[in-house]
């Protein structure tokens, strides 16, 4: 077990571009979330899965971000027309149904000129 | 709604030295209380958690009890290492389901030799 997995580690992009991230959860949870990190914060709560289907979203996730689970395993998030607003760490952590507890990845890092 | 208090930082010890870093919460009902770490350029880690009031939990011999009467969950080590130089968030989650949770600012932690 590798644990919860990210890609790529770091993204610097021009404001107005798209950008993708990846997540790979530990592969016997069926839950896996979204979180973004800004400097000096703690993890701020963006969406959730259990399996394939998208169950909560926050109000902070614009229309600009999408996130998907096709299958039940990785996920992506995309963020359209990024703004500088948008720079931050993305985390991805997954769980299973029956446990609070949650494994988080790396994270993403994300610079947006 | 749910929140967490955190103590502010930097908290700036020597080696061996004792620590304890303040967390307060908000919450309805009856949360889990969780203390994350998070060391330079990772994800955050599961440092302990308690689930109901009174319960200690302890790891590497970081330890915090879930006091309901003053909704606290203070952070405590007897002898500090310069190793556990990082950041730490306290954190409470809702039994409802989806158990996403509701993170503090983060409390640094510096410790010198």
């Known amino acids: 077990d590798t644990g919860v997995s990210q890609d790529p580690r770091h993204k610097i992009t021009k404001r107005g571009q798209n950008v993708t991230f990846r997540c790979d959860p530990i592969?016997?949870?069926?839950?896996l979330y979204w979180y973004r990190q800004t400097l000096g914060q703690g993890p701020e709560f963006l969406t959730y899965?259990?399996?394939?289907?998208?169950?909560?979203k926050s109000r902070l996730l614009s229309d600009r971000f999408s996130a998907e689970r096709p299958k039940g395993s990785f996920s992506t998030l995309e963020i359209q027309r990024t703004e500088q607003g948008d720079s931050a760490m993305y985390l991805c952590?997954?769980?299973?149904?029956?446990?609070?507890?949650?494994?988080f990845g790396p994270g993403t890092r994300l610079l947006v000129l | 709604g749910n929140s967490v208090t955190q103590m502010e930082g930097p908290v700036t010890l020597s080696e061996e030295a004792f620590l304890t870093i303040n967390c307060t919460y908000t919450?309805?009902?009856?949360?889990?209380l969780f203390w994350y770490v998070q060391y330079p350029g990772e994800g955050l880690q599961l440092l302990l958690k308690?689930?109901?009031?009174?319960d200690k939990g302890s790891n590497k011999g970081f330890e915090a009890t879930y006091r309901k009467e003053t909704t606290s969950f203070h952070l405590e080590k007897g002898s500090v290492q310069v190793s556990d130089s990082a950041v730490y968030f306290c954190?409470?989650?809702?039994?409802?389901?989806?158990?996403?949770?509701?993170f503090g600012r983060g409390t640094s932690l510096i410790v010198h030799p």
């Open positions: 954190a409470l989650s809702d039994r409802g389901g989806s158990y996403i949770p509701t």
């Open positions: 919450a309805t009902g009856y949360p889990s």
């Open positions: 308690a689930t109901k009031a009174d």
């Open positions: 899965f259990q399996n394939e289907a998208q169950l909560e």
């Open positions: 592969s016997e949870h069926n839950r």
């Open positions: 952590a997954s769980s299973s149904t029956e446990q609070e507890t949650q494994y």
